[in-house]
């Protein structure tokens, strides 16, 4: 986790040397490559959501859990 974590800092020294439609192409490849494993995602929620369910998990966080199409 703290590898993760210098890693982040680090990108974030990076990312704010960007111009503004280097981040727009950033953000549209993000998003591009979350609708392509948006199925994948949601199998992997029904999994979280079961553990959820299994482990009496407060219905507003598994709300707040949850994802359908639309949330991703």
């Known amino acids: 986790m703290e590898d993760f974590l210098k890693k982040a800092k680090d990108s974030s020294a990076v990312i704010a040397t960007l111009n503004g439609q280097q981040k727009r192409a950033i953000l549209e490849d993000m998003a591009d490559a979350l609708d392509a494993g948006s199925e994948d995602i ?4 029904a999994i979280d959501m079961k553990y959820a369910d299994d482990n009496d998990i407060s219905h507003a966080l598994k709300d707040r859990l ?3 199409s639309g949330r991703v």
Do not use: A
């Open 42 to 45: 949601l199998v992997s929620n």
């Open 66 to 68: 949850m994802l359908d």
